[in-house]
Each structure stands twice: as structure tokens, then as C-alpha cells.
């Protein structure tokens, strides 16, 4: 069987309003058509990454439903009519179309996160979880955070009734602009405090400053989503900033487009319907999880961690492959959560040793003096509060001590009657004053000198001279 999928260009949904009328506007893109053969039902790649099918025997999502805050939904698309839920979708735009997506992007992110297991087509990451549009953007993608704060207020206030009574509800909000308005801030609180997930989209800034993030993924309550690619590289759109959560594929994401056809776009607004799918399942598979501090607390903790090691302003604590949450949160088992970012992770403070891989040393004498004395280096002890990550500041802090003494020729000639502590005075000043970096904020505290009788003393680097 063959059918024609249309391929969209990457699509980089947060960008600065053109208008002063819209706090979130989404770019025009292009469409290019093409054929794509194949027989039965695709499984796109960023489904496969996330192993989204090694967690269904536990959970396809069945008890949770995803509401796509967007531009709405086709809600007739072959793999996605199954899984909408008419009566809860509304439209807070007042477009002639309702609900219905006239724009594309919201049937994308729908079929990422919970696209049926149908034999045609795509699968989402959460296949029998429920769908509803909520259409907060219009048909030209554009909408104010005012109105995506009432489609949270109603989200967070509808009453589940009849065979969806007692589901898990979460907001997932591909969308975003610059600035924030305290509505919407208090629009995501009050709906967390109403038992509401919330995940929301980084955005598509890149990271050339220190926080890129727009909102309402800045806001630090939601889960903040950026967007990797093949490689569990940050796509080089990907926003990056101190709220950042979890990452998930949002490069060339296959899923459902406008007219029941397929289509692959690229941004975070791809990657955080991926990371809804996989909330689906979880709070389906485990109802001790009540609310987002539970969720947050146990996606960080199971992540899979990406370099660099640890919580990054890039990917934040990993990627959500589901394999890593088949135990659950009170299994007894689970490691302790990772520890907070840094309040400030782009000039984090941090105190380093550097390891001695050889042996620095220097020659000292006193103008009385006739022969030099050599000191040998121990340990070198540097405080860093830099834009760089620890490995690389250690690094290069490493090459300047070793360009500081090299070939163990570092020599000081002193006042008459001087001894080992001034030169080791002199020698750390220095090495304080050398071995800074372009911006003046890799600072050698200190280091400890051993003397030719095999003494320990410490010398302040930071000892004006």
C-alpha cells in the first residue's frame, strides 16, 4: 500500500509575536509532498527512542487523558478518531471551524502523543489514552496567553463522568511566547493544585544566552520539555535555561496531519506531545503518583541521564525512555533523586582540585643567595564561576598551569633573607593572576608546595601582592 505523506520543513514554533495583537504566534512553513511507501503501520522513530512499547503490557494510557492546548484537532483523521473525545473539546477562539484544526499543527502533536494501535499509519506513545482539542490558538496559529489560561481554568474544572470518570488529566501546551502574564502563571497553579499534569514545550530559541526558555515552559511548576535528535544530541533549536526538565526526539517526528495525511515536522513542540504520551502511561500504570510534585519527583529520578553527566540547562535531567520507569515510584528500589539544578547553572559556583598528573615545580632564591632551591607543587585548588561545564574548566585550567611551569623552569629571585613561604606567596599569586579565564572568573585559590625536606604548607593564591 502506498500513501502520500507531506513533509513539512522544521517547524520553530517559538519565535516573538509579529503582532502586538498575539502573545504566541506560530511561523508559516512550507509543505513539501512526497511519497513515502509502506504497508501497514509505522512506529517513528522518536516512539521507538522512547521504547514506548516495552511499557505497554503495563500501560497503553488508558486511564489518562491528554488534553492538546493548540490550534485543535482533526477529529476524523483515520488514527485519531478513535481516541478523541468530542464532548470534552472546545474551541476558545471563536473560529468558524470550532475545534477542528484548521492549521495542522495541534493534529501533529495529538498523534504523537496517543495515535492508535490500528494496523495504519502511526502509532502514538500512549495508543488508548484519550484525546481532547482544546483550541486556544486560531487557524492561523496565533493566540494570547489570556486565552491559553482559560483553556487551562477549564481543563483543571471539567467534571469526568460516565466511563471516564476518575482519569488522569493532562495538559500538554506545544506552544509558548516570550514574557509570561500572571493569568497564565496562576491558570498552571491552579490547575496543578486541582490534580492536573502540565507539560509544556522549551521552545525553539537555541541557546546563544543564558535562558532561552519562553513561557509557559519557564514557569517552573510544568514539566519543561527540550528536543534531541537520532544522536540524544540537543537539536540546535532547542531552547536552554535553568527550568529545564526532560528532553524527548523532536527532530523529523513523524505523525498525523490536516486531510488524514502524515506528516514530519521538527521543534519542541514535537518533543513535548512525546513526553505526554509517556505521562499518559505512567500515571495510568501508577496511581500512588497524585499530582506533578509526584510526577516531577519520578521522571528526574529515572531518566536516562545525557552528557553531560548529570542536571543540564540543555536536556535537563535525560530523556524519558519508558524502559527506566517499569519499576514504580513505590517499588523500594528506586535510586534517590537527583539533587536540584544549581540556582544559577550558567556561572555556577563551584570549588575544584586539580589532579597532579606530574610534578610542577619551581626554583627560588634569595638575592643573598648564590645557589636556587626547588619547591615541588602537591596540589593546586582553584574556585570557578564560570560559563563553562566543570570538565572543561578543569581542562583549561590545567593546560595554563602547565604552560605556568613548564619544563620546571618557573623561577622567582627575592629580597635578601626570603625563604620557601615567600616564594610560594609569589609563585601562587601568579598562578592566580595567569591562569584566569577571558572573563576573569577562573581564580587559583591556592596551592600546597612541598619543601626539600618534605613539608606540606599551603600559599594563598588570592593574597594581594
Not at 540537543?234 to 523532536?250: H, I, L, N
Not at 627575592?414 to 625563604?419: P, S
Not at 591562569?435 to 594563598?460: A, C, K, P, Y
Request: contains cysteine.
Amino acid at each position: 500500500m502506498k500513501k502520500f505523506i507531506l513533509g513539512l520543513l522544521p517547524l520553530l514554533f517559538l519565535i516573538p509575536a509579529h503582532s502586538q495583537q498575539w502573545d504566541i504566534q506560530l511561523p508559516e512553513y512550507e509543505v513539501e509532498s512526497v511519497t513515502f511507501p509502506y504497508e501497514g503501520q509505522v512506529v517513528d522513530w522518536g516512539v521507538s527512542y522512547l521504547k514506548s512499547a516495552d511499557f505497554w503490557s503495563k500501560s497503553r494510557g488508558q486511564q489518562a487523558i491528554a488534553f492538546i492546548l493548540d490550534t485543535g484537532i482533526e477529529t476524523n483523521h483515520p488514527d485519531l478518531k478513535d481516541r478523541v473525545i468530542l464532548e470534552y473539546c472546545k474551541d476558545f477562539t471563536g473560529s468558524a471551524n470550532g475545534f477542528q484544526d484548521a492549521h495542522g499543527h495541534g493534529t501533529h502533536c495529538a498523534g504523537i502523543t496517543a495515535a492508535s494501535d490500528n494496523a495504519i499509519g502511526v502509532v502514538g506513545n500512549a495508543p488508548q489514552a484519550g484525546i481532547v482539542a482544546i483550541k486556544v490558538l486560531n487557524d492561523q496559529g496565533s493566540g494570547s496567553f489570556q486565552t491559553v489560561a482559560l483553556g487551562i481554568r477549564y481543563v483543571a474544572d471539567l467534571v469526568l463522568t460516565g466511563q471516564h470518570a476518575g482519569k488522569k488529566k493532562v495538559i500538554s501546551m506545544s506552544l509558548g511566547g516570550g514574557g509570561g502574564a500572571p493569568e497564565l502563571e496562576a491558570a498552571i497553579n491552579y490547575a496543578i493544585s486541582k490534580g492536573v499534569f502540565i507539560v509544556a514545550a522549551a521552545g525553539n530559541s537555541g541557546c546563544n544566552v543564558d535562558n532561552t526558555i519562553g513561557y509557559p515552559g519557564r514557569y517552573p511548576a510544568v514539566v519543561t520539555v527540550a528536543s534531541i535528535g537520532p544522536g540524544e544530541l540537543p537539536s540546535g533549536f532547542s531552547s536552554c535555561g535553568e527550568q529545564m526538565d526532560v528532553a524527548a526526539p523532536g527532530e523529523q517526528i513523524l505523525s498525523t496531519g490536516k486531510g488524514g495525511s502524515y506528516v514530519k515536522l521538527s521543534g519542541t513542540s514535537m518533543a513535548t506531545p512525546g513526553v505526554a504520551g509517556v505521562i499518559c502511561n505512567i500515571v495510568s500504570a501508577y496511581p500512588t503518583i497524585k499530582n506533578q510534585t509526584d510526577l516531577e519527583k519520578y521522571l528526574r529520578a529515572r531518566a536516562k541521564d545525557l552528557p553531560p553527566t548529570g542536571w543540564d540547562k540543555r536536556t535537563g535531567y535525560g530523556s524519558t525512555v519508558m524502559t527506566g520507569y517499569l519499576t514504580p515510584p513505590d517499588g523500594g528500589d528506586n535510586p534517590p533523586p537527583p539533587p536540584p539544578p544549581p540556582t544559577d547553572p550558567i556561572r555556577a559556583f563551584r570549588t575544584i582540585t586539580i589532579p597532579i598528573a606530574g610534578q610542577y615545580s619551581f626554583v627560588w632564591k634569595a638575592s643573598n643567595e648564590t645557589t636556587f632551591h626547588r619547591a615541588t607543587v602537591a596540589e593546586i585548588v582553584i574556585d570557578a564561576r564560570t560559563n563553562k561545564w566543570s570538565d572543561v574548566a578543569i581542562r583549561n585550567a590545567i593546560q595554563k598551569t602547565d604552560a605556568f611551569f613548564a619544563n620546571g623552569n618557573r623561577g622567582f629571585g627575592l629580597l635578601d633573607d626570603a625563604d620557601l613561604y615567600e616564594a610560594g606567596r609569589w609563585a601562587a599569586y601568579f598562578l592566580a593572576l595567569l591562569t584566569r579565564d577571558e572573563s576573569n572568573t577562573l581564580i587559583v585559590r591556592g596551592m600546597t608546595v612541598q619543601d626539600e625536606v618534605g613539608n606540606m604548607i599551603w600559599f594563598d593564591g588570592a593574597k594581594d601582592k
